[in-house]
């Protein structure tokens, strides 16, 4: 079992920065592939950034990609989201996951969620 709890989110204006942090308890994060998917209002919860869990590569939404950076701290055990040039479509809530296998960008490959964090992008 893996317990995840996200934070740092918030109210920022466009053009800002905000870095949300995903503390795992239970199991080290080392051993799983994380990442962190957004769900807006009305919407599905959708792929934003993954990490692997062996290689520690990356990968990310086109409408993310060059603005957000997924990173994690072993030692800490924590996963971090760094947003920066943030954008008002960018307000969701941001949930961090694990998995062990299965396609990346897939929200089913994810069997352990965190309990989300708001994330609002004002104009």
């Known amino acids: 079992q893996v317990q995840l709890v996200e934070s740092g989110g918030g109210l920022v204006q466009a053009g800002g920065s905000l870095r949300l942090s995903c503390a795992a308890s239970?199991?080290?994060?080392?051993?799983?592939?994380m990442a962190w998917f957004r769900q807006a209002p009305g919407k599905e919860r959708d792929f934003v950034a993954a990490?692997?869990?062996?290689?520690?590569?990356?990968y990310y939404a086109s409408s993310v990609k060059g603005r957000f950076t997924i990173s994690r701290d072993n030692a800490k055990n924590t996963v971090y989201l760094q947003m920066n040039t943030l954008k008002p479509e960018d307000t969701a809530v941001y949930y961090c996951?694990?998995?062990?296998?299965?396609?990346?960008?897939?929200?089913?490959?994810?069997?352990?969620w965190g309990q989300g964090t708001q994330v609002t992008v004002s104009s």
């Open positions: 996951a694990a998995r062990t296998s299965g396609n990346i960008d897939d929200r089913g490959s994810y069997r352990y």
């Open positions: 239970g199991r080290t994060i080392s051993n799983y592939g």
């Open positions: 990490l692997t869990w062996l290689t520690s590569s990356t």
